[in-house]
Every structure is written in C-alpha cells, then in structure tokens.
C-alpha cells in the first residue's frame, strides 16, 4: 500500500548527487586499536551494561507472579499487544522504559510508551502494564504520561491507547488527583487539534479512568474484558444500595449495546488490535513535514565505535565531531562559523535523510561560543531545519575576563534564541550537562521533542565535586565568619556524602528515573533514534521562528 | 513428389506447438486452429497464423471436420496434420482430406479404419505372423466357450478402458460379455467384444513403427510404457529394460511385418502386453503419432514429425533397418494437472509459475497464464531426459524435476518424483500393476528439514525485503529494531507442508531463528517450555530474485518470486509455495455474546430454530414482518441456539434481542 506521506515532498536526484560531492566529509582521527580507546571502550560497555540489566527487568517487573496471573486470564502482556498491533518487520521506540528509577515505584512505572508504525503510520502508542501493582498509577506514571502526551501533540501522532486499570494508587493521591485531570483535558484537546486517539479497552477502566475511553474518539472494548464504571459493584451497594454485577454495569456489550460508551466491540483482544489497526487505515494519516529530502547513505565509520567516541569519565574532553563523523549521512557536516566560537561547533548535515543544523559542545561556552550558537539557530529557523543539540558541557566562562567581556550578556542571547526557536529540537547527551550550560544548550526545561542519552551522561547543577567543593567552602568562611574552629572530619564527611549524593543525582539513570530525558540509547543505536525521532517530527509541520525576545545586545 | 509448403495443424496445447517446430524447422509455414477458450494459447502463437472456430462444443471447433478442410483449402495449405486424438485416427476425415486434394500426413483412410477395429487389427496382426495369443469373438446372449482363466474381454471399437472386463472365474464370463457389450455400444456405438487370456504382471511394450509410399517400412525400435493410471500413461522409456533380447527382436519384427502386411504408410505404433514369462499379446496398432514418441526420438536421433511430412511429401524412407542406430536411454514424464494425493482430481485454475529445471527437454503447450480447464486433456507438460544408460536418465530426470516449480494448479509432479526415487522403479520391476502395488507414491513427499527450512526461510526474507522496501515509513532502521526487545518477529506461514511457526530476530552480523510453535499460557498463567529449534543464520544475499540464506553453516539459493500474498520458492532439492497466516482474522460480532436484534418494530411470524440446535451461516433463525414485508433474520456463521426470547405472534421492538446464539457448535 501506498501512502502519501508527506505534504510536500521535495526530491530532486540531481541537486543530490551535487550536494554529495560539495559537502564536507568529516576525517576521523581516532585510533581505535589503541589503550586508551579500549580502555574507554571497557568502561562505557559496563556502564551501558547496568542500563540494559535494568531495561531488562522492566517487562516483568510487577513480579513473575502477577505476570503468570495475568497470563491465567488469557490475557496478552502489554508488550505482546504492542507487538502484535504494529506492522511486521517495522522498527518500534520505546520511550522512557527506565522511568522511576531511583523512587520508590517500580521502574517503568506500569506503562507502555512508545512509537510505532501501524498501517505504515507512525503513531504514539500507550499501553497499561496490569501486571505493575494492579495497574494503578503513582505520581511518575501521571508524569510519564503527560510527557507522551507532549510528543504525542507537539509531533502530531495518532494516540493509541491500550488500556486497563485499577485507577489511581489511592493512599498517593494527593501527588495524583489534583493535577490529573489534565490527562483527560488532553485527549480531547488532541481531538480539537485533529490529532486522533483510538482507546481499546482491555480491562477495566475505574472512575475517573472511565474517561479515558470516555474522551477518546475511538473506543474498542474488549468483549468480557473491557470494563468502564464511575464506581464499581462495591461502591454502587454502598452508594445507593444497588445490587448490581459488573457486567451489567459497566461491561463491553452493555456499551457497546446500550451506554454508546463504546464504538466497537471485539470478540478477543487480537480482535481489539485489528479494529485499532482497522482505524488507522481509515484515517489516511498524512504528515505534514517535508520529510527525509537529503541523500540517506550511511556514515563512512562504523557506529558501533560510537561507544568509544565519548568518554566514560565526563571529565576528560573528546571531539564532538567524531560523533558526527559516526552517525551522520555520508559523514557529511557543512561547519559553520569554524574559526570563530570553536568550542561550540555548529554546522548541518543529514541523518537518514532528514536535514539537521546540530550545535556540539567541544569546550566550555564562551561569549563567541554564545553568540555564534544563537546566530546559527536564526538561521536554522529561517530555513525550518530542525535542531540537534549535542550536550557534553560543564557551563559558561567565568572569571572576570569573561563577566567583563559580557558573558551573560551573550548567554542571554543564546537563551532567547532556544527559548523562542520554534523548529523542534533534539537533545542527544554524550556528556555532561552542568549549569546553565544545559540552558544554553536547550536543555529539557526549553522543550525539546526528544531527548536521548548515553550511558556516561552526568546531569546536575554542577559536577560532584566542585558542588562539594563549594559548600565546604562556604562552610569554612562561615565558620572562619563566627570566629569558629572547622571540624575537618565532620567536613570531610560531609563533603564526601554530598557529592556521592549529586553524584548519584546526576547519574544517567537518575535522569531517566526522574524523567528528565526520553530514555538512555546505546551510542551505536543513536542514528537510528534520530532518525526515528525525526521522521516522527516530520509528522507536523517544521516552521522557524519570525520573531524572538528582545536580544540585549 | 509432392511439395508441401504450408501445412495446417488440426490440433492444440502440445503437440501443435511441437508439430508447428518441426515445420518451420524444415522451412513449411503453419496455420493453426483455435477455439475460444484457446484464444491466447502458446500454440496460437507459435504457429504462423491461425483461424478463430466459434463455439462451444468440441464437434464445432476441434472435431468439426468439414470446417477444418475447409480452412486449409481457403489459405493455400497443401497438407493438414492431425496430431493425435480429436481427427488423427478418423478414417472419413483421413479420407475427405483426401478427396480435397490435400496431403494427409498419416497412414491411407483403409488403413485407419482396417488397424483401428481392434478385431480385425488382431486378425491381420495373426495372418503377418505377429506373435500374440489368440482371441475369440464372443456375442452376449450366448453362452461362451471355455477358456483358461483369467480372461479380458475387450472391446472391438474400444479404447481407454472402456468395454473392457477381467474376469477371474468362468461362471462370471457371461454377465462380463454382456455388460461389456453395453458399454461399448454406449461408447462407441459398435457392441462387438471379444476375449483373450489375460496377462498377469505384464508390460506395456510398443514398436515404433514408420512405412513410406514406396513399400519400405522400419521400426524405430520400442517403448515401455507400463506405469499407467486409469490407461493414461504417466511413464514411458524407450529402450525397455523389461524384455529380452529375443523378445525385442519378436516384437520389432512382428511390427514391421504387420505394417508390410498391410502396406502400412506414415508413423503409426504396435502396442503389446508382455509379461515375465514371455507371453505376449498384441493389443493394438495406433495409427497416429504417439504423445510418447520424444523418447524414441532421443535413442535415435531422429525427428519423427519430420519423417511423417517427408514420407508424406513421397520421400523414400532408408531401406535397411541397419541405418537406424540406438544410443543410451530417455524416460518420459507426464506432468498432469490432476492431484494424485486427493483421488487425482482435475485442478483447474491459471499457470502462475512455470519453471522447468535445466537438462531436459519440455514439450509444452502452456506457460505462464494460462489457464488450464477442464474442456480439454489435463495434460501441461512432457518432461524427457536422456542419459548413456536408464540410471543416468533418472538421476537428470529427478534432479530437473527437484527444481521445477509450476504453481496454480495441482500436479502429479510430487507423485513423479517418489516414483523416480522409489526401489522398484529403480530396477525397472514395472509391470502395469506398478501404481496399485506402490501406493505410497502418491503421498506428498516430504523434504529433510534442512531443504525444507531453506525453503522457508527464503520466503520469509523474501517478503521481509518486499515489505521494507515498499515506502516502509521506518524503512532506514534495520529491520524489526528495538531498544526493549521482548521478543522477534513470530509470523506463522502455511505451505503444501503444512503449518511453520518462525520467529526470527535480525541483528547486526546474523539473524535468530525459532522454528516451532512458541511458548503459550499454560492455565497457571506460566509458559510452556520452549522446545524450539534454534537456527543460526546469515542472509548473505537478499535481493527481489532470489535469497542466499547459510543455515547452521549449510548454504542454499532459494529463487523467490511474490505474487500478491504469496512467495514462491525453489532450491536445488525442491520447490513450494509458501503465504503467510494473517495475524487478525475478520470476525462477524453481530453473531457472537447476544445474538440478532430486530431491525425494527413488528410481530415475530416464525421461529425457525429450537434451543439448543446448532446454525450455519445463512440459515434463517427468525422471522419478523414489519411495514407489510418479511424480514429474515439470518445466522452470519456457525452458532449454538441458546434461548429465543420470542414466539410467533408476539410483538418486537427495534433492538430487542430475538435469539440469543452462542459461537460455534454445540456439544
């Protein structure tokens, strides 16, 4: 089947085969062979190894148990549906599998997020874990799914959700209820947007739950399974003293006979994915970006040496360009700006075919640095380039060279242009992001559609020890302030428990647990990422910003 | 000597196709006859031009006699070709060409109708001196003589097995006359019978015999052709291994001798029953080209349509039988659209693909889209090998045929190879008793798990590749990528083989493949063991043609061709047709939980089914009359009864539930 996927679709062979041959191509200077590229290599494989051992316990992590139980019902395990719902041999994201870690709720907090394609559409799909304590949401799970919902709206995907649930964990609902009516508030502004959802009921749906079917445009209950009430047999007997059975009250034939609660009745729950499947197609979704118009052909190094590009101890610098070297097309980067401002280098290339401008710290920023970075996102925005911005940075200059030579000033330039670029944004972490090195860099707090990480990356206000570092300083001066004697090994000890402290704050998984990313990738699968993350982008429309914030110049 | 320049060909599918050859071979151009459903046939385009005969039964197209010579004299032919069967061995038509003064390339009209009454062919055959036993007419009514059991009776205008009866006992012989008698009088309205001693464990043998206008008759030696079914042959060979020396010298000489007897002209061949104590029988002569005759023309080097439209052009035949000279051995095969596993069924449909293995000769009248019906002979293909002796010629033959894919119809082709790999065969103990003594030739063979994995596998990257590359939106990422992978691609596939489960995961270097049904939900909720067989593979190649797949170290070309849902697959050891079992199966709900509901306000005036009875799709459960019209309430699928909630004369509202129905049948 073909399917018009892009609006409009600009490819000229000829214009390609010219580009090809100006572009730049990226020597890398790597030995791989060598001890410390090995030795590197070593220990960025361990650390990726916790992250896989911990993705790994996430489709079972309710309790082999529950999941045998789950199974006993005849019921498919969440994964299973995703599996068997999207198209064979197609690619499938998983977003945020890792969220949670480090609180007390079980990672992956009980969901499913992830983007696949469906009757070759890419869609957002959200899935209910029922083997996760019920499948009642904590706190995290409302948080990854108002997340999912973001990327689900800003890159106009088609939501579908796979649901069942016990409702909320009733004894957190203080951190739930309030602001969980958002949820609701969403899907049916994603419906005015005309961004459609496709809700197949599993299992049951309680109370306020009820309305995630209830708002959705298209619901499909699973005969026997799909239950939708405010309250539940047990509620209702005690509420108004009715004796009445779950079925009758909320079962998947009586909405789909009687209520109009549901709009199609499946016989299984293979039968339920077919009918979403079934809905799809109808929807002749069409994606309103351009779409991949550069050449796609692959890096000229092998992306698997991406694991050793960038250094386990993010302390130690590397060139930035070595990982453009590795997963863009034809390793081809037209730099901008290369003499000027080098610690930030900026330039554009492709990956799998989908323009890109990509801004990569190879330093700390400087007021150059600043002011070069802000001059090349106008200039992305004039020309709808999306951009990718490559985070291995510890924060501004300080010192009063820099304070005098206007650092803040030029920084300032470089938040407004983040804050007010309008194509969307990528954050790929190969590194640190400290300080306001993360705000420059359009970190998480200015809306990136995506951010991945890699399993080095550190996060936090500042690094370990220089945080420590500082805190023991200012307790001395406030000591040597009162006229006191500093107690070294108290201070020693509390010196050392802070930074172990941040040092666990800043920790990749951290991150992920907190969701302050979209999930930890292995460094050799990040072009496919990308690549996965900007043909979901290209599902909306990619437009520059026309006006930014005054520029205090 | 009379100059044939143009020739018609009164004949279709295979033969004209081959007639057609030869006649441009030696320079004569070739008119062609058709029929309707023939409108797009090979032999219409092999031949230089052909004539449209509108109709639909054979007597007003192929069989239509005066048309046919008609047609030959309106485009300047000097000679009409028969072929076999339809006109061949029809002596008015044999002689109406005649008296249209165009050539007829077969034996004279007296001979046609003399050789084709099997009682006087007998008679004749007796009087040159053919060895055979004797016959005796007998007439039904009458109380027949004494023979020594057993005995056939045959028919005297038969064929094909029709009039004929083996009789074990003498008390049985009479009512075997009679009702032979009647059925060759049906048949072919001539009731005369008569019976010979039958021949246990005998071969079918037949001499290949060609005679000139000039006296001078030779034998082009002989044909076995034992392993029949229902008197259609499926194998024949040309030397027999079967006969003696002494025996082959009795026969080929007989057959010449009867042909001289008779001053016989053009091809024409002398079948015989001939067993392992050295009775022999003669049959019959035909007097036509044979289908089988490629194979007598593999030994000898010799193109016998050739022979025919030389001899009758005039030409002199070789005088002594010395010039013919015999080298190595051909077998035949008929390749049939019949399936021989269900009861050899016509199969009727178009010719998707058509692929013979190298190293053979085909003589075909299809290809590739067309369609095989049952209007005609179910006859697709004659497969011939050659080799220096018989085990050479079988070894080509099987390994040809091992690769040969033909897929739109049921053939016999598996039925073909089990035979050519089967012990007996092999050793050439093939008396005419060879297929009801070796029923388990019938059944489908099966190949090793190797090949049939190969097979398999080829089909399942082939439409892998297809899917991936027709605009797959993800098309860039590897293939099935995951970052949380719980489990590979399970896709479930049906094949003449029957049903293979595979799972395969692709990843960077080779690919992981589960063979066997997966893990299912026992009750307790826990997973069945995982039993499956674990395969590790590289797709050294994948390209729309073919797939290169290195199974476990073990690596094939597996030639892949998708026709819609479909793949198609061949290798070196065997062939087959895969699809892939869709995921979701389309279910009617309106059947299913409730049941049906009155489309409108009106009054129940018939209950057709009772509780508890079980429903087919179709059948009418109730019946409602609304605005002064019958509704039928009708079941969408097989469905239990399991309470109607309402009677004739009561009245029903819109949506109220008549019956309810549970899927499926009752216990």
């Not at chain 1, 191509?25 to 911990?54: F, G, P």
């Not at chain 1, 009063?400 to 300032?412: F, H, L, M, V, Y």
């Not at chain 1, 194509?423 to 790929?428: A, D, F, I, S, T």
Request: proline residues 5%; aromatic residues 6%; negative net charge.
């Amino acid at each position: 089947m073909v399917i018009l996927k892009y609006k409009d679709s600009q490819s000229n062979k000829a214009l390609e085969r010219k580009r090809m041959s100006e572009a730049s191509v990226i020597q890398s200077r790597i030995d791989t062979t060598s001890d410390d590229y090995q030795q590197n290599l070593a220990e960025m494989q361990a650390l990726w190894d916790e992250v896989q051992q911990e993705m790994g316990k996430v489709p079972t992590i309710g309790g082999q148990r529950y999941v045998d139980r789950h199974r006993s019902r005849g019921k498919m395990l969440v994964r299973e549906r995703v599996e068997a719902l999207i198209d064979p041999n197609t690619a499938l994201l998983e977003l945020s599998p890792l969220a949670g870690w480090g609180t007390q709720d079980p990672i992956g907090v009980g969901t499913f997020n992830g983007i696949g394609v469906i009757e070759g559409v890419e869609c957002g799909i959200a899935g209910s874990d029922m083997t996760v304590r019920g499948g009642a949401g904590n706190p995290t799970t409302w948080n990854k799914q108002k997340r999912f919902f973001q990327i689900v709206r800003e890159n106009r995907l088609p939501l579908i959700l796979l649901n069942e649930s016990a409702g909320a964990d009733l004894p957190r609902q203080a951190d739930i209820f309030v602001y969980g009516g958002e949820q609701f508030r969403d899907i049916t502004q994603l419906s005015k947007m005309g961004i459609p959802s496709i809700c197949v009921a599993f299992g049951p749906n309680t109370a306020g739950g009820a309305y995630i079917p209830g708002m959705s445009d298209y619901t499909v209950f699973v005969k026997e399974r799909g239950t939708a009430y405010l309250g539940g047999p047990p509620l209702v007997k005690m509420a108004i003293n009715e004796d009445v059975d779950e079925e009758t009250l909320g079962g998947a034939e009586m909405h789909s006979r009687t209520s109009g609660l549901s709009d199609y009745l499946a016989m299984d729950e293979m039968d339920g994915l077919r009918i979403a499947r079934q809905i799809v197609r109808h929807l002749e979704w069409k994606k309103l970006g351009p779409g991949p118009t550069a050449p796609p052909d692959d890096p000229l190094y092998d992306p698997a040496e991406l694991l050793g590009c960038a250094m386990a101890n993010v302390r130690i610098p590397f060139d930035i360009k070595e990982i453009h070297a590795r997963i863009l097309d034809g390793s081809r980067f037209e730099e901008f700006k290369p003499l000027y401002g080098e610690k930030l280098v900026c330039g554009w290339g492709s990956i799998c075919g989908f323009p890109i401008g990509i801004l990569g710290n190879n330093g700390i920023l400087f007021s150059e640095e600043a002011s070069k970075g802000a001059q090349f996102i106008q200039l992305c925005n004039k020309l709808n380039i999306p951009l990718l911005f490559m985070h291995n940075i510890t924060g501004f200059m300080v010192g009063s060279k820099a304070e005098q030579g206007g650092i803040i000033r030029n920084g300032a330039k470089l938040v407004n242009a983040v804050s007010n670029s309008t194509v969307p944004h990528l954050n790929l972490m190969v590194g640190a992001s400290y300080g306001a090195g993360n705000y420059g860099m359009a970190g998480k707090s200015y809306n990136p559609r995506f951010v991945f990480t890699w399993p080095n990356h550190r996060i936090a206000v500042m690094g370990p020890e220089p945080l420590a570092g500082v805190m023991d300083i200012i307790a001395r001066n406030a000591a040597a302030g009162r006229g006191q004697e500093v107690d070294e090994k108290a201070l020693e000890e509390r010196r050392t428990a802070l930074e172990a402290q941040i040092e666990y704050e800043s920790l990749a998984l951290f991150s992920t647990g907190r969701l302050w990313d979209d999930g930890i990738i292995h460094p050799a699968d990040t072009r496919t990422v990308l690549g996965l993350a900007l043909s979901a982008i290209h599902s909306n429309e990619i437009k520059g910003a026309t006006e930014y914030g005054v520029w205090r110049h | 000597m009379n100059d044939i320049n143009r020739l018609l060909i009164a004949n279709r599918g295979e033969i004209a196709v081959r007639i057609a050859q030869t006649a441009h071979k030696l320079g004569i151009e070739t008119v062609g006859i058709y029929s309707t459903a023939d409108q797009n046939a090979l032999h219409v385009d092999t031949v230089d031009v052909a004539i449209y005969l509108p109709g639909n039964a054979l007597s007003e197209t192929y069989l239509n006699s005066e048309k046919i010579i008609d047609i030959a004299q309106q485009n300047d032919c000097d000679a009409i070709h028969p072929g076999y069967g339809f006109l061949a061995e029809n002596s008015q038509f044999a002689q109406n060409v005649l008296e249209a003064e165009l050539i007829w390339i077969g034996p004279t009209p007296e001979q046609i109708a003399l050789l084709g009454d099997k009682m006087l062919a007998k008679k004749a055959a007796i009087d040159a001196g053919v060895p055979t036993v004797t016959s005796t007419e007998v007439h039904p009514g009458e109380k027949p003589p004494k023979f020594t059991m057993p005995v056939i009776v045959k028919a005297a205008a038969g064929g094909g097995g029709r009039g004929m009866r083996i009789v074990e006992k003498q008390g049985e012989l009479e009512d075997a006359i009679t009702s032979a008698s009647r059925e060759a009088e049906s048949a072919f309205g001539d009731g005369r019978v008569f019976v010979e001693p039958y021949i246990t464990h005998g071969r079918h043998i037949e001499v290949q015999i060609i005679g000139d206008a000039h006296g001078n008759v030779l034998h082009l030696g002989e044909r076995e052709c034992s392993i029949q079914r229902r008197n259609q042959k499926i194998f024949e060979e040309a030397p027999s291994c079967g006969i003696s020396p002494k025996i082959r010298k009795l026969i080929c000489d007989g057959a010449v001798a009867l042909a001289k007897h008779v001053q016989y002209e053009n091809a024409g061949t002398v079948e015989f029953l001939v067993n392992d104590k050295e009775e022999i029988n003669f049959l019959e002569v035909n007097t036509r080209l044979q289908v089988e005759h490629p194979v007598t023309e593999s030994i000898t080097g010799l193109d016998l349509v050739e022979l025919q439209i030389r001899v009758a052009s005039g030409e002199q035949l070789p005088s002594s039988q010395e010039e013919i000279h015999f080298h190595g051995h051909a077998i035949e095969v008929r390749l049939v659209a019949e399936n021989p596993a269900q009861n050899w069924m016509p199969s009727i449909g178009t010719i998707e693909q058509f692929h013979v293995g190298d190293g053979v000769r085909v003589d075909s009248g299809i290809r590739e889209g067309s369609q095989v019906t049952t209007d005609y002979d179910s006859l697709i293909a004659k497969i011939i090998a050659y080799g220096s002796d018989r085990q050479q010629a079988i070894k080509k033959l099987a390994r040809s045929l091992r690769s040969t894919h033909i897929s739109g119809i049921e053939t016999n082709l598996s039925m073909i190879l089990s035979v050519l790999a089967e012990q007996d065969y092999q050793l050439a103990n093939t008396p005419i008793s060879y297929l009801q003594d070796h029923p388990e030739v019938l059944e489908k063979e099966k190949l090793i798990p190797e090949d049939h994995n190969a097979l398999l596998l080829g089909a399942v990257f082939a439409l892998e590749l297809q899917e991936r590359s027709n605009g797959m939106v993800t098309g860039f990422t590897p293939s099935g990528w995951r970052n949380l992978r719980t489990q590979g691609q399970r896709q479930i596939w049906e094949s003449p083989y029957g049903e293979d489960h595979v799972e395969y995961t692709i990843g960077k270097n080779n690919i992981e493949v589960l063979l066997g049904p997966w893990p299912e939900p026992q009750e307790d909720g826990t997973l069945s063991e995982d039993n499956r067989t674990k395969l590790t593979v590289r797709l050294l190649s994948q390209s729309t043609e073919q797939q290169i797949v290195e199974i476990d170290n073990r690596r094939q070309v597996i030639k892949t061709v998708i026709n819609e849902e479909t793949v198609h697959t061949q290798s070196r050891f065997g062939t087959a047709t895969w699809s892939r079992k869709p995921k979701f199966t389309h279910r009617e709900s309106e059947q299913f939980g409730a049941g049906p509901t009155s489309p409108l306000p009106g009054t129940v005036i018939a209950v057709n089914v009772s509780e508890g009875q079980t429903v087919e799709e179709g059948d009418v459960l109730v019946v409602v009359e609304a605005m002064k019209m019958e509704h039928k309430i009708i079941a969408t699928g097989t469905a239990t009864v399991t309470s109607i909630h309402f009677q004739p004369g009561e009245s029903v509202d819109t949506g109220d539930l008549l019956v309810s129905l549970e899927q499926g049948e009752g216990s």
